[in-house]
């Protein structure tokens, strides 16, 4: 099993969807998640942190279920610009502070 | 933008030929990681710098290796290139707190090995 496991995608979906991203992470130790986006040939960047309550930023929505070790981001009101590849990530468990990556999602969202 | 810089953007080399690329931290940042990311995969974790001390490694070999300046800035250097090193190598700056540790990436520097 991956440690870090993604919807494998595409996604392609018209403007104003919800679209929904879900990632499974092996290590139950793992403390931190976060999602980030990478355009297509750029570096990634941070969308969000995700916290155990579950946290929203305007369109966009990541919950954590630890239990489970399942971590969501929805979008809602998908925008043209939203089309990018999301990437689930893990910090790893202890004091190794390596990040853990999903393969990500490809979105695109159509006019 | 991260603060975070990246030299070159892009470089060619052939196989068998050394490679050393650099990483400018974001300003108070202590700590480097660098990634390797080939195309239509995720990064995968090379290693990482912690006030000029390597702290944690990934499944790379030994002609991977790097450095970290008392400035915070890093280098990473790759000996011996082979052609499955052509990717984009992304370095990512933080200041860990607690068991946190939020990494912003530079623009990163697309290497080909012909």
């Known amino acids: 099993r991956k440690e870090v496991e993604q919807d494998p995608g595409p996604f392609n979906v018209p403007e104003g969807a919800t679209v929904a991203f879900n990632c499974t992470y092996s290590n139950s130790a793992s403390q931190s998640f976060f999602w980030y986006r990478q355009d297509c040939r750029k570096e990634p960047k941070l969308l969000m942190s995700v916290y155990s309550s579950g946290n929203e930023d305007g369109r966009f929505t990541a919950q954590l279920n630890r239990a489970s070790q399942y971590i969501s981001l929805l979008i809602r009101d998908s925008k043209l610009s939203d089309s990018a590849t999301y990437l689930c990530?893990?910090?790893?468990?202890?004091?190794?502070?390596?990040?853990?990556w999903g393969l990500g999602t490809s979105l695109a969202v159509n006019p | 933008e991260t603060g975070v810089t990246q030299s070159p953007t892009h470089l060619i080399k052939t196989r068998g030929q050394q490679v050393t690329l650099r990483c400018s931290s974001q300003s108070g940042h202590n700590t480097v990681s660098w990634y390797q990311q080939a195309l239509g995969q995720g990064p995968q974790f090379i290693f990482q710098y912690y006030r000029e001390e390597e702290n944690g490694r990934g499944n790379f070999p030994p002609r991977f290796s790097g450095l970290q300046f008392p400035n915070y800035s890093s280098e990473l250097n790759v000996n011996a290139l082979e052609l499955d090193d052509s990717a984009l190598y992304l370095c990512?700056?933080?200041?860990?707190?607690?068991?946190?540790?939020?990494?912003?990436f530079g623009p990163g520097t697309r290497l080909t090995v012909l």
């Open positions: 990530v893990v910090n790893g468990a202890g004091n190794n502070r390596k990040l853990i």
């Open positions: 990512a700056s933080s200041f860990p707190r607690g068991s946190t540790d939020t990494q912003y």
